[in-house]
């Protein structure tokens, strides 16, 4: 029932302001999601309510619908979500196109700015689009492990902590690969799980390796945003770990990804849909 507080109160919050405030309601699942979003709502006609984790944010909308609230929808992370099969019934409930928020952004042609921001022009050859094209390749495959990896913990319950990881400790800087046996590992290691069969999760991995899954379902953004920190440095750019760190990258990425990128993405469309059908609220500005 604890559990339960954090999203009961958030609730009883959208509530109350409802009777000041007659527009559409966004629940998003943290303060990074809410600075990118706001950059694209109508705030006279939507406001965004942080949930502060993503199943908070799911059990604040099953709240709200089981009241019979109208006037508000959610987003969250695809994470794992499409390619375990996990399907959701609401008609308010919206998930990311890719993994999560960032690796939608860098899906998108922000990446290209960052690329002309932070990039050394001695060091990439081809067209702008080519070299995006081939920087985008390199992240995924250098990632894609890691996310393998992410989504055995999750099926098995491992609970492997990723948090604070050093990258350069499994990743070659010289040209961005991956030891998989390494990030085993210190994976392991960083979550106090020494009884782990690393063999054995290796085995997974490479197993997964071999299946013609959707990679931008698979890499996580914040993995994909530390490879590219770290090409910046020597690959693809000659800048500092401070100039390049990931905590500068991601917010450069936010702030370079703007309503015409989003436009693009199937959440916009159906968030438009949602707008259609659920009138008098919207979402974004009228045209």
Not at 185 to 194: A, E, F, T
Not at 235 to 249: F, M, Q, Y
Request: one cysteine or more; aromatic letters at 8%; hydrophobic letters at 35%.
């Amino acid at each position: 029932m604890r559990e339960l507080l954090g999203p009961n109160i958030k609730a009883n919050e959208i509530r109350m302001q409802r009777q000041i405030f007659k527009g559409s309601f966004m629940i998003v699942e943290g303060k990074t999601d809410s600075n990118l979003f706001e950059n694209f709502v109508d705030n006279k006609l939507c406001e965004i309510i942080i949930a502060e984790g993503k199943e908070n944010a799911v059990k604040i909308l099953e709240i709200l619908e089981e009241d019979g609230f109208g006037g508000f929808l959610a987003i969250i992370d695809n994470d794992f979500r499409e390619v375990d099969g996990i399907s959701h019934e609401s008609l308010n409930l919206f998930l990311t196109d890719t993994h999560d928020v960032e690796s939608m952004i860098l899906k998108s042609p922000t990446l290209e700015k960052i690329i002309n921001e932070f990039g050394s022009p001695d060091k990439l050859t081809g067209t702008k689009n080519e070299i995006g094209k081939e920087i985008r390749r390199k992240m995924l495959k250098c990632s894609k492990p890691i996310g393998h990896l992410r989504w055995i913990s999750l099926k098995r319950n491992l609970e492997l902590d990723f948090k604070d990881l050093k990258f350069s400790k499994f990743i070659k800087k010289d040209e961005l690969t991956i030891d998989i046996g390494v990030l085993i590992k210190k994976v392991k290691d960083n979550s106090n799980k020494h009884e782990i069969d690393e063999n054995e999760i290796k085995r997974e991995i490479d197993e997964l390796q071999g299946k013609k899954i959707n990679p931008w379902l698979i890499c996580c953004g914040h993995d994909m945003v530390w490879i590219l920190s770290i090409g910046l440095m020597k690959l693809w750019g000659s800048n500092n770990t401070g100039e390049v760190n990931p905590d500068i990258l991601e917010k450069a990425l936010r702030l370079g990804y703007d309503l015409r990128f989003f436009r693009e993405t199937k959440l916009y469309e159906s968030m438009c849909k949602w707008e259609e059908t659920n009138s008098p609220y919207l979402v974004f500005p009228k045209q």
